[in-house]
């Protein structure tokens, strides 16, 4: 199949195809003699364990290991495991701060009536305050892995 249909079949954008294959997730395919990417049903399931995979807000450092994984049938799958659990850590990071960023925004919106003339405004009157920039948590940094918060795509 080409290019187009394999997007057709799994929702996954042309250009998105190709960063993959840039990228090594996705294996370049075989061309006809007119240079058109020639696809198969390899390619479509291996795509469509990338699509899911980034649901799920994997990175590609993580997608790369549970493809090795994959590909490598007799491979102990204790490490598919541990990086679920790394990841499930990430997550709940995320949720904390998620949380807490909800926290601070709740607090800022009390802070003005929502009527009146902006120079009395108590929401712009905190955010004159200095604020701390925020940072990678030091429980994001693991196993090599550093999950900066708001990064991945959200769904």
């Known amino acids: ?6 997007a057709n079949r799994t929702g996954c954008p042309v250009e998105t195809i ?13 061309r006809s003699t007119g240079n058109y990417r020639q696809y198969d049903a390899s390619h479509e399931e291996r795509l469509s364990f990338i699509r ?3 649901s799920l807000d994997m990175t590609q450092d993580e997608i790369r290991t549970l493809l090795a994984l ?3 049938p007799d491979a102990d799958c204790g490490a598919a495991n541990q ?3 790394e990841h499930l850590h ?14 601070q925004l ?4 009390n802070q003005c009536s929502g009527a009146g003339a902006s120079e009395a405004c108590g929401i712009l009157r905190e955010l004159q305050q200095p604020g701390v920039p925020q940072v990678a948590s030091e429980d994001c940094v693991h196993a090599g892995h550093l ?3 708001g990064v991945h795509r959200r769904g």
């Open 52 to 54: 899911h995979c980034r």
């Open 83 to 85: 990086l679920i659990e």
């Open 90 to 103: 990430h997550v709940e990071v995320r949720i904390a701060e998620l949380q807490s960023l909800r926290s």
């Open 147 to 149: 999950h900066v918060p």
């Open 70 to 72: 994959r590909d490598r």
């Open 1 to 6: 199949m080409k290019i187009g249909e394999l």
């Open 106 to 109: 709740k607090d800022l919106r």
């Open 18 to 30: 190709r960063y993959y294959e840039r990228e090594g997730l996705l294996p370049a395919p075989k």
